[in-house]
């Protein structure tokens, strides 16, 4: 996928986003970076104040499974009120399942202290709280004990390619941008 990417966070400046890909057990990477990081963008000084990180990604994956299709997991950081880098916010989406341009706004959110004490702490010594591994915001398990504050949006432009999905019984044709179906066994048999 070639990604230009759209971050919203009206209260921040001066931004950095991190990516990586998450992805299952039967997916490979053949070509291209799975993880990598953007130049700092500022907001134009217009009305719009928009930020945009205009670096592509290109990378090619393998499997013979849908099972675990890739995620991209964006980690966005900038500095705070003493010049420290933190994180501004956390988000991932699928990669799409059909082939063609697509735009995905992903809502971010980030970890918060849960109790008063640990929030003025950790805002006095400027280490707010972060994930060790940002690939956890793509994963199910232990999120449900985490306290977190929606933060932002970021939009990422996606040009999918698919190769031989019809050959594993995969029809992702882009009359149904939503939601890819599994081909019937039904009706590849007919009677005679």
């Not at 690939?135 to 932002?152: D, Y």
Request: with cysteine; proline share 9%; aromatic share 12%.
């Amino acid at each position: 996928p070639c990604l230009p990417f759209l971050p919203k966070f009206p209260a921040f400046d001066d931004l950095y986003c991190k990516y990586c890909f998450v992805y299952g057990h039967d997916w490979a990477p053949t070509t291209g970076l799975e993880e990598g990081i953007s130049q700092i963008t500022s907001k134009n000084r217009d009305a719009q104040q928009a930020l945009v990180w205009n670096f592509p990604i290109d990378i090619t994956f393998k499997s013979t499974n849908p099972s675990g299709w890739p995620q991209i997991v964006v980690s966005v950081y900038g500095p705070d009120l003493f010049g420290n880098d933190v994180v501004r916010g956390y988000g991932a989406v699928h990669v799409p399942f059909t082939p063609g341009s697509h735009r995905r706004t992903i809502p971010m959110f980030v970890p918060e202290s849960t109790s008063k004490l640990q929030k003025i702490t950790s805002w006095l010594i400027g280490r707010h709280p972060e994930f060790t591994d940002p690939k956890v915001v793509a994963q199910g398990e232990g999120r449900e004990v985490i306290t977190v504050r929606s933060q932002g949006f970021v939009t990422i432009s996606f040009n999918v390619v698919t190769k031989d999905m019809k050959k594993l019984g995969y029809d992702v044709s882009p009359s149904d941008m939503q939601n890819p179906s599994v081909v019937s066994l039904t009706d590849g048999i007919h009677n005679h």
